[in-house]
């Protein structure tokens, strides 16, 4: 099987994440990094080279025959910086799924593309997943759910709901009840258990989850 040549962009330590799952992903070959901070240019994470600046990328495709990406940028600089480098780079280059062999994904799932789903999660049945998603491990999306572009579910989450809007962040340990709905730009926090409806741009903590304020723009 000829293997994908694949980069990472971005080198904090969402990508510390990806380096390690992909371990266990036969199916590619991870051939470096890039980064915002020229500072960082050839310094290594875990053995891989960060090869150039996010500027050069166009360059890197051409000149190392680069088949796809996944970001590497995680959410500490938040869900709108994501958006901001994946609007950039799609249209140079196919991001790509890094699915652990761990996983249960059902056949019939629906997946978007610039996803990572971490070892040991649960895809069921009928599940709607957007573009750019970040499902970390021991979490679980079951049947029916819909989930938007660009969310974040963190470890030992549960989603019973109906949708997740895109841009949004589930905290480790939380839960979305039976056919409750989590609106946009929305984070609910560590160990929060959604049991009503959330509108956009609403950040949400507690058992049962209650609005403590909005999102700052």
């Known amino acids: 099987m000829k293997k994908k040549r694949i980069i990472i962009v971005g080198g904090g330590e969402h990508s510390h994440l990806i380096i390690n799952n992909l371990e266990d992903c036969p199916e590619y070959h991870l051939v470096g990094l890039t980064t915002h901070l020229d500072s960082e240019i050839s310094n290594k994470i875990f053995g891989f080279?960060?090869?150039?600046h996010d500027r050069d990328i166009p360059e890197l495709i051409k000149s190392e025959k680069i088949d796809g990406y996944i970001l590497g940028v995680g959410v500490t600089h938040g869900m709108k910086k994501r958006k901001k480098?994946?609007?950039v780079v799609d249209p140079l280059i196919s991001p790509i799924n890094i699915i652990h062999p761990t996983c249960v994904l059902s056949k019939h799932a629906r997946i978007g593309k610039g996803n990572f789903f971490e070892a040991y999660t649960k895809i069921a049945i009928g599940?709607?997943?957007?573009?750019?998603?970040i499902?970390?491990?021991?979490s679980a999306v079951n049947h029916g759910q819909i989930?938007?572009?660009n969310v974040l579910i963190a470890c030992n989450v549960s989603l019973a709901g109906k949708k997740i809007g895109s841009h949004t962040i589930i905290a480790d340990g939380a839960s979305v009840a039976f056919k409750v709905s989590v609106g946009e730009n929305c984070i609910v926090g560590d160990g929060a258990?959604?049991?009503?409806?959330?509108?956009?741009g609403v950040i949400a903590y507690?058992?049962?989850?209650?609005?403590?304020?909005?999102?700052?723009?």
């Open 49 to 52: 080279s960060i090869l150039c």
């Open 85 to 87: 480098i994946y609007s």
């Open 127 to 133: 599940a709607v997943i957007g573009n750019h998603c």
């Open 135 to 138: 499902i970390n491990s021991f």
């Open 147 to 149: 989930v938007g572009d």
């Open 193 to 200: 258990v959604v049991t009503k409806d959330l509108p956009d």
């Open 206 to 217: 507690g058992n049962p989850a209650k609005i403590v304020r909005s999102v700052e723009s």
